[in-house]
């Protein structure tokens, strides 16, 4: 990647991942209780939660996690791998756009692309986020579903009624979590619901294609946006681009979640005939076929059509008032910390090349009086010697 395209995306990539660092720390109790919220209604279903367990709404969500899972502390479980996560993700996310986009500018720039040399169009920055986000989701999606599960695993659990199984879940660590979906899933496992994030992924490219349009809008031709403006049109674009895609998060949220004996149930429920065959008699294209099936069962699209007809439209907006108001925040206090950031990285960097500029000459400016004071002391003698007096050492 050429340096003018490397310096400018590292500094967004580094900025973008400071706001969303210090976005997730303020939002963190919301996006807890609104992935509780998504599942509750499939974990019902599936027995692993009592009616009494439901929550009733976000605050209802928040209040009774505070109150029955230990206080402060409980709406923070999973905070670490998440922040791990949404920083990781957010880098990315820069780091893949600003190139992108500097090289779709470079190559209609190259082309005589005229006014198109500082914007895209439309169809263009919507591909170009989509890739972007693409690729990120792609190294990250391991670490969403370790973070989703801790979220849900006393949620999980609590329709049971097992306390030490409850504690147990609760200190599960990272790599326990990891073990555990290998075993339940493979290796494939822990990339469920990555099909969601790639719909997921016109997510921040409907988010940032309705900001700049806003801003284009809304902000004086010189000086952009201030602070306050930059909140509310980015927490605004946040939030409509949330409301399209929801249904997506709902399933994603489901399919991460989803215990090891649905797949199972399904089938049985589904009726089959497979109980006649043995596991050993099972032929190469029985096992290939049932792959294919369960690819295909697992696609993000059959799941949302799955939701919606068994539980109807309204299954596939659980929690969607808590999800808009986490993405109000989130987004707007995401890019308004980006923007100071940024700005504080930009002049850290002046600052540095500046420092660098002068760091040659400061360093001649000490040799050469180096080089003078070695030149004095060296003539010393010379000259004491005339005026007839003896140098030290001199003979």
């Not at 986009?101 to 914007?119: I, N």
């Not at 693409?134 to 990250?140: E, G, P, S």
């Not at 998060?249 to 089959?272: D, F, N, T, Y």
Request: proline residues 3%; contains cysteine; positive net charge.
């Amino acid at each position: 990647m050429p340096a003018t395209h490397l310096l400018p995306a590292i500094g967004h990539a580094v900025s973008g991942s400071a706001g969303t660092a210090i976005s997730t720390l303020a939002t963190y109790p919301l996006d807890l209780v609104n992935t509780r919220l998504k599942v509750q209604r499939q974990l019902r279903r599936d027995g692993a939660l009592s009616a009494p367990d439901e929550y009733a709404g976000v605050l209802d969500a928040i209040r009774r996690v505070y109150a029955r899972e230990g206080g402060l502390a409980a709406l923070y479980v999973g905070l670490d791998s998440d922040l791990a996560k949404s920083a990781l993700d957010s880098f990315l996310f820069f780091l893949f756009y600003m190139w992108f986009r500097a090289r779709r500018l470079g190559s209609r720039a190259a082309s005589g692309g005229g006014s198109s040399r500082r914007r895209l169009p439309a169809w263009e920055e919507l591909a170009v986020g989509a890739a972007a986000g693409a690729c990120a989701r792609a190294l990250t999606t391991p670490v969403g579903n370790v973070v989703t599960r801790k979220q849900t695993a006393m949620l999980v659990n609590r329709g049971g009624g097992e306390e030490a199984e409850l504690g147990r879940m609760r200190s599960l660590s990272t790599g326990e979590i990891v073990r555990a979906i290998r075993e339940e899933k493979g290796l494939r496992g822990l990339w469920a619901g990555y099909s969601a994030s790639l719909v997921l992924t016109l997510n921040p490219s409907v988010t940032f294609f309705l900001q700049q349009a806003l801003e284009k809008s809304a902000a004086p031709a010189e000086g952009g946006p201030g602070s306050g403006v930059t909140f509310l049109l980015a927490a605004v674009s946040k939030a409509v681009a949330t409301a399209l895609t929801y249904p997506f998060q709902v399933a994603k949220a489901r399919v991460q979640v989803s215990l090891p004996h649905e797949k199972e149930e399904r089938k049985v429920a589904e009726g089959g005939d497979e109980e006649e065959g043995s596991e050993t008699s099972r032929s190469a294209g029985k096992a290939v076929a049932d792959e294919i099936r369960s690819l295909a069962e697992d696609n993000i699209f059959a799941t949302v059509l799955r939701i919606g007809r068994s539980e109807g439209v309204g299954a596939l907006y659980d929690g969607v008032s808590g999800e808009l108001l986490k993405a109000f925040f989130n987004h707007g206090i995401t890019m308004l910390s980006k923007d100071i950031v940024h700005k504080l990285i930009v002049r850290l960097y002046f600052v540095v090349l500046e420092m660098m500029q002068r760091l040659p000459s400061a360093r001649s400016a000490l040799l050469r009086r180096a080089h003078h004071m070695a030149e004095r002391v060296g003539k010393k003698p010379i000259t004491a010697s005339s005026n007839g007096t003896r140098a030290h050492g001199g003979i």
